[in-house]
Nanobody, 119 residues
Framework: QVQLVESVGGLVQAGDSLRLSCVASGRTSSSYVQGWFRQAPGKERTFVAQITWRAGSAYYSDSLNGRFTITRDNDKNTMYLKMNNLKPEDTAVYYC????????????WGQGTQVTVSS
């Protein structure tokens, strides 16, 4: 089992930056992929970004237009999501997730953290 704990999100203004973190514990492995997803009010959960634990290869949703950056610190078992130039439409609950690199779906999830962007 893998446990994932996100940092507290927050309330920010449009144009601000915010960094989320996700600490992994338990049976973590360098063969894992970790990702961020978000769910806006009344909408389905959508993919934001992911990063491979071993090589640090990152992949992003096209809708972000380069505003977000995903990184990880293997020594701390921590993944980060730096969000720049935040917009009201970024308001959502953000979830950290993990899966084996061979798995098709994410099977470990954090509890989610609320990010609210005011205009």
């Amino acid at each position: 089992q893998v446990q994932l704990v996100e940092s507290v999100g927050g309330l920010v203004q449009a144009g601000d930056s915010l960094r989320l973190s996700c600490v992994a514990s338990g049976r973590t492995s360098s063969s894992y992929v970790q990702g961020w997803f978000r769910q806006a009010p009344g909408k389905e959960r959508t993919f934001v970004a992911q990063i491979t634990w071993r090589a640090g290869s990152a992949y992003y949703s096209d809708s972000l237009n380069g505003r977000f950056t995903i990184t990880r610190d293997n020594d701390k078992n921590t993944m980060y999501l730096k969000m720049n130039n935040l917009k009201p439409e970024d308001t959502a609950v953000y979830y950290c997730a993990a899966r084996s690199i061979a798995a098709l779906e994410y099977n470990y999830w954090g509890q989610g953290t609320q990010v609210t962007v005011s205009s």
